[in-house]
């Protein structure tokens, strides 16, 4: 098999390929970085993503990557912010490739930050996200997630953000949820 012939199998991912979640490095940028200019139009630069992951390193963020093979096919990460009363955790992205959508790769990051977020003493977590985009409404109240604001022209100063949040995550019953949720 040639040079070619392999690199192009690697990018074809099958259905049935296992996806794995681990904690996102720096090399896995060269291939989330396209995947974040193709999801926003004001994307994240290098140099903001190399930020947040060096933020690792004090607890204060936590990324995740989904891989299928060598393939990134998604990434998703959190802010955990100190609070006395039980810190908190604030989404700051959920990417998936267009290809690999509707295969509960998201689903899976978020379970996966929320169990992360839940041992690291975190209470509530909350996101926003675009009023169009009903799908990923969807996923984020089957993890628990409630509607409790709007954000006018959030993304791009045109369109609004639903703000959305999820209180109790350190309780049994959220446990269980991110059980059925993560089989």
């Known amino acids: 098999m040639s040079v070619v012939s392999r690199l192009l199998s690697r ?3 099958a259905l049935d390929d296992e996806i794995v979640i681990e904690p996102m490095r720096r090399r896995h940028l060269r291939q989330a970085m396209p995947m974040e200019d193709d999801a926003y139009p004001t994307s994240w ?3 903001v ?3 947040e992951l060096d933020q690792t390193r004090n607890g204060s963020r936590r990324y995740l990557v989904a891989r299928v093979g060598r393939r990134v096919v998604g990434y998703a990460g959190v802010w955990i912010v100190p609070d006395p009363d039980g810190d ?3 989404v ?3 990417v998936v490739t267009p290809d690999q959508r509707r295969r509960g790769i998201a689903r899976r990051l978020l379970v996966a930050l929320a169990g992360e977020i839940i041992e690291r003493g975190c209470v509530a977590w909350t996101l926003e996200v675009r009023a169009s985009s009903e799908g990923a409404q969807a996923l984020y109240r089957r993890i628990g997630f409630a509607p409790a604001g709007i954000r006018k022209r959030y993304y791009d100063h045109s369109e609004d953000a639903i703000v959305m949040w ?3 995550i350190d ?6 949820r991110l059980r059925e949720l993560g089989s």
């Open 88 to 90: 908190q955790a604030h």
């Open 171 to 176: 309780t049994p019953e959220y446990a269980e």
């Open 92 to 94: 700051t992205n959920v």
């Open 45 to 47: 630069s290098r140099a």
């Open 166 to 168: 999820c209180h109790d």
């Open 49 to 51: 993503f190399e930020s």
């Open 11 to 13: 990018s074809d991912v």
